[in-house]
């Protein structure tokens, strides 16, 4: 009971720690979401703690709420920390109100001997929130560019989904062992919880964005980036980024089909987390898609700019730019533009007027290499 209620007490102070941090230094969606899902964990260390009331009665019915929505926020959590073009929906919203009023339902005192009737329809779907969370943490792991986040992958993917999945089968059977199940489930929550506070408290002592939240709005595209200094090491090879940089802007690399992080590295000579940490830390780019869409668009831009290409359709223009098909070329070109590419072929060609376009360096999108 001592080690139970110890290790509960102290995830418990480390989840609103970490909370209060995260609230305290970032404005962003996957910080509030980060925080969010710490005070439902540390709601249900509470509310899992031996001797806590059960029947639940009314007035812990809030720490039901928070607890139960611990698993719409980890899946969300991971999609914000994962996946850089991730913006929050009113569905997800929508989905969170929703499994919240199931599970205060499910437990509201006045239903009596009806209650806990939902537990294993409950059950399933916050594993399959975890699953969720898992397979997102595993569909973009290999373009992602940030080393911190990719280590914080393991993490999520190894304790978080573990974590839940026992939380599962013990919901499933659970007067099976529960001394011992809430023993391991007070030490491992302590355990995953003093891990994520290492690693977010060594990454703001080592880099001004935590790893659990890197940003790369404000890295500079040039070499300058990775000057060394007396506090900032060199971490960027400069003659392999000018390298990289040629292989990209003179033999237009990205437009190759199925350029794989492997094959660029293979070309480059060098091993695959070399050549991550220069795509982000020399050209500021967290993943490997965005590195190439950043190529992609600005060769696409031009194309749709110049007036001797006006004929040329957009589907053929994306493609040979790199784009397999037209939806992600949109979707990029929107994102980096504001505009469609529709649009921007539209005023770039009424800028130009009866102008001739301009002679390139290089070979034009729909024409011959």
Same mark, same amino acid.
């Given at each position: ?11 418990? !102070?480390?989840?609103? &720690?970490? $909370?209060? =941090? /995260? ?6 969606? #996957? *910080? ?52 850089d073009d991730f913006v929050l929906r009113p569905w997800h919203g929508v989905l969170l109100v929703a499994i919240v009023g199931a599970q205060l339902f499910d437990l509201w005192p006045a239903r009596g001997m009806l209650r806990g009737d939902l537990d294993r329809p409950l059950s399933l779907v916050y594993l399959g929130l975890a ?16 080393? !911190?986040?990719?280590? &914080?992958? $393991?993490? =999520? /993917? ?6 839940? #999945? *026992? ?124 590195? /190439? ?6 060769? #696409? ?69």
């Open positions: 009971m001592a080690i139970d209620l110890g290790c509960r007490g102290a995830a418990v !102070g480390l989840a609103l &720690l970490i $909370a209060g =941090v /995260l609230l305290r230094d970032r404005r962003d969606t #996957a *910080a509030r979401l980060s925080a969010a899902l710490l005070i439902a964990v540390a709601a249900s260390a509470i509310s899992e703690a031996p001797g806590f009331p059960r029947p639940w009665p009314y007035w812990a019915l809030i720490l039901a709420a928070l607890s139960s929505s611990g698993a719409v926020l980890l899946w969300l959590w991971a999609r914000a920390t994962f996946d699953v969720l969370a898992a397979a997102q943490t595993l569909t973009t792991w290999r373009l992602d560019m940030v080393a !911190g986040r990719r280590r &914080l992958r $393991a993490v =999520v /993917l190894v304790g978080a989904v573990t974590y839940s #999945a *026992a939380g599962f089968f013990h919901g499933l059977w659970p007067d099976f062992g529960s001394s011992v199940w809430s023993i391991a489930n007070a030490v491992g929550l302590w355990m995953l919880l003093s891990l994520s506070g290492w690693s977010l408290f060594q990454a703001a002592r080592t880099q001004p964005a935590s790893v659990l939240l890197p940003t790369a709005d404000n890295v500079p595209d040039d070499i300058s980036a990775a000057a060394p200094g007396a506090d900032n090491p060199p971490a960027v090879d400069p003659e392999l980024l000018r390298r990289l940089q040629r292989l990209m802007t003179v033999e237009r690399a990205y437009r190759r089909e199925g350029l794989t992080i492997g094959a660029l590295s293979a070309e480059l000579g060098v091993q695959d987390y070399r050549l991550r940490q220069l795509i982000n830390e020399g050209l500021g780019h967290r993943n490997f898609n965005a590195f /190439l869409n950043h190529y992609r668009i600005e060769d #696409a831009s031009s194309a749709l700019a110049d007036p001797g290409q006006r004929q040329v359709p957009v589907l053929t223009i994306a493609m040979d730019a790199g784009f397999q098909s037209v939806g992600p070329f949109n979707r990029a070109f929107k994102a980096a533009t504001d505009l469609t590419p529709t649009e921007f072929r539209r005023l770039a060609l009424a800028k130009h007027g009866s102008q001739p376009g301009k002679p390139d360096d290089g070979p034009g999108i729909g024409q011959p290499d």
